[in-house]
Nanobody, 120 residues
Framework: QVQLVESGGGLVQAGGSLRLSCAAS????????????MGWYRQAPGKQREMVATITSGGTTNYADSVKGRFTISRDNAKNTVYLQMNSLKPEDTAVYYCNAVQFRGSNYWGQGTQITVSS
């Protein structure tokens, strides 16, 4: 079982910056229960949840086109923590942001979500 605890959400003006953190707590029994990919997804009112950025245990990153050049995902494997640095925020970035973790065996876990509101 993996528990994800997010922090860093809030209200910011357009053009501002925020940093999200997500710490994963788990007990590793084998390589299959270790976390492979961690990432951030978001869901705006009336829209489907979408991928924002992901990072593998090896450091390979993937970004949504809408955030490329503005957001940076990073990871501290020793702390099982993933970060999302968000710069040049836009009102359209307003959403609930969810942390995600996928174990090597494929089990998928979600955080409780944190609200990001960008005012114009």
């Amino acid at each position: 079982q993996v528990q994800l605890v997010e922090s860093g959400g809030g209200l910011v003006q357009a053009g501002g910056s925020l940093r999200l953190s997500c710490a994963a707590s788990t007990t590793f029994f084998s390589i299959n229960t270790m976390i492979n990919t961690m990432g951030w997804y978001r869901q705006a009112p009336g829209k489907q949840r979408e991928m924002v950025a992901t990072i593998t245990s090896g450091g390979t990153t993937n970004y949504a086109d809408s955030v490329k050049g503005r957001f940076t995902i990073s990871r501290d494997n020793a702390k099982n923590t993933v970060y999302l640095q968000m710069n040049s925020l836009k009102p359209e970035d307003t959403a609930v942001y969810y942390c995600n973790a996928v174990q090597f065996r494929g089990s998928n876990y979600w955080g409780q979500g944190t609200q990001i509101t960008v005012s114009s």
